[in-house]
């Protein structure tokens, strides 16, 4: 009787739980490819990829493969080479968020690489500016190095895009190789969207900033030139599309970071993805009065958390500990920063490279200097 009481129970509880995890594995696992950016050095991946021709999984790494889902491993294994770009990317795009976030409470933390746990940690589960700003930004990276990736050559199934033309000038024309942002995008959508299963906001939310991050890359290409002619004449220039520099894309990734819109979903969104209108449902703004995201805005649910204080359930790791602006009245300032518990103030030692002089040909040489520097850190 009692052992029918506890299965019972036992039922009861797992009926409840069961939604829960779910949802819970539904929610970062588009993410998880995120990880090879911490996964084997990319000379390993190059040797690797271009030694095995077989089309087998067993070329890559094991901790890229543990990272990769189906889709994304047959990819890998169709365009050869691009396994190095996507983990290039992924890195430059870690370097890039901690970059842009250094003086925020939030600053971008990652985690060592275990097999494809989430390396943005728990602030991946919700669905907050933060959230957005990674997602945006790892579509954006992926982009920008299998564009780059492919006009250096790197990836057997794609060149430079010659493809780019416009009206041509009096005294140039175009023929010199574009980065192929064509392919980037293309493959971005295939490989970062891989993930993304299912009709909720979330999967809205994430597939809204990930094209958000490639519109990002494509809008800021440029055009650049070179003149043909004797010695400075420029009688004729060779024109091609560039790609911007990654700190442009993160800049305004950032701004609209600043800018986020938050959303609800609209019933009209409900349409089936099937290829083009996955990417024309509707997000509604949460507040009727303001406007419709656009296709550059980052858009989010709920809510960030303030990351004052340290919350392990959450991955949060508070700023006890975070050095401080004393004079900034930004996000930076010790008031902001500190969330109100105060701050500490120390001299301390640095040891800097300083007098740098240059030697003639090519070294640099420094001294070193020891300088006494006010610090403030967080109680
Ligand atoms: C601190 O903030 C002030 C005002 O914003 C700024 O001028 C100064 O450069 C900052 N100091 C450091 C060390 O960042």
Known sequence: MSSM?????????????????????GRGRG????????????????????????????????????????????????????????AKGAKQAISECKHQFKNRRWNCPTKDFHRGRNLFGKIVDRACRETAFIYALMSAAVTHSVSRACSEG?????????????????????GGCSDNIQFGVKFSREFVDAGEKGRDIRYMMNLHNNE??????????????KCHGMSGSCTVRTCWMRLP???VVGDNLKDRFDGASRVLISNTGRTPGNGRKKYNYQLKPYN???????????????????????????????TQGRVCNETS???DGCDLMCCGRGYKT????????????????????????RTKKTIHTCL
């Open 5 to 25: 009481r506890t299965t019972v129970v036992f039922v009861l509880v797992l009926m409840m739980v069961l939604p829960y995890l779910g949802t819970a594995k």
């Open 31 to 86: 993410s998880k490819w995120w990880g090879i950016a911490r996964a084997g050095e990319p000379n390993n991946l190059v040797s690797n990829s271009i030694k095995e021709n077989s089309i087998t999984n067993s070329y890559l790494d094991p901790d890229v493969h543990a990272t990769l889902r189906r889709k994304q491993r047959r990819l890998v294994r169709d365009h050869p080479g691009v396994v190095v770009a996507v």
């Open 154 to 174: 790197a990836i057997e199934s794609c060149t430079c895009d010659y493809s780019q033309r416009g009206p041509s000038g009096a005294d140039w024309e175009w």
């Open 212 to 225: 958000a991050g490639r519109v990002h890359v494509s809008t800021e290409m440029r055009q650049e030139c």
């Open 245 to 247: 520099f990654f700190r």
């Open 288 to 318: 009727p009065e303001h406007k419709a995201p656009s296709k550059k805005d980052l858009v989010y649910y709920e809510n960030s958390p303030n990351f004052c204080e340290k919350n392990l359930k959450l991955g949060i790791a508070g």
């Open 329 to 331: 009245i930004g996000v």
């Open 346 to 369: 120390e001299v301390k030692e640095v040891v800097e490279r300083c007098a740098c002089t240059f030697h003639w040909c090519c070294e640099v040489k420094c001294k070193v200097c």
